[in-house]
């Protein structure tokens, strides 16, 4: 089992940058599939990014393809969402999950984190 815990969020004018780290819990997270997904009010959760155990495999929702970047590190337990050229329409609450079988079904979420982006 994994707990994570997401951090990063905030405030942020159009054109703007964050960068959101989730920090996981437990001895295997190196074979765990990791991914960011997000929920703004009134729409459905949606799936942002994934990244392989590795690092060596990543996926991108094409709303965000070119602008957010999901990285990890294995030896600190976790995995980042660099998120530049923010958009209104990216603010939303963004939880970070975590599977060892796949990154089509996650088991394991995070309680998430806030990102509003300005206008």
């Known amino acids: 089992q994994v707990r994570l815990v997401e951090s990063g969020g905030g405030l942020v004018q159009a054109g703007g940058s964050l960068r959101l780290s989730c920090a996981a819990s437990g001895r295997t997270f190196s074979r765990y599939f990791m991914g960011w997904f997000r929920q703004s009010p009134g729409k459905e959760r949606e799936s942002v990014a994934a990244?392989?155990?590795?690092?060596?495999?990543?996926y991108y929702a094409d709303s965000v393809k070119g602008r957010f970047t999901i990285s990890r590190d294995n030896a600190k337990n976790a995995v980042y969402l660099q998120m530049n050229s923010l958009k209104p329409e990216d603010t939303a609450v963004y939880y970070c999950?975590?599977?060892?079988?796949?990154?089509?079904?996650?088991?394991?979420w995070g309680q998430g984190t806030q990102v509003t982006v300005s206008s």
């Open positions: 999950a975590a599977d060892q079988r796949s990154w089509y079904k996650f088991d394991y």
């Open positions: 990244i392989s155990w590795s690092g060596g495999s990543t």
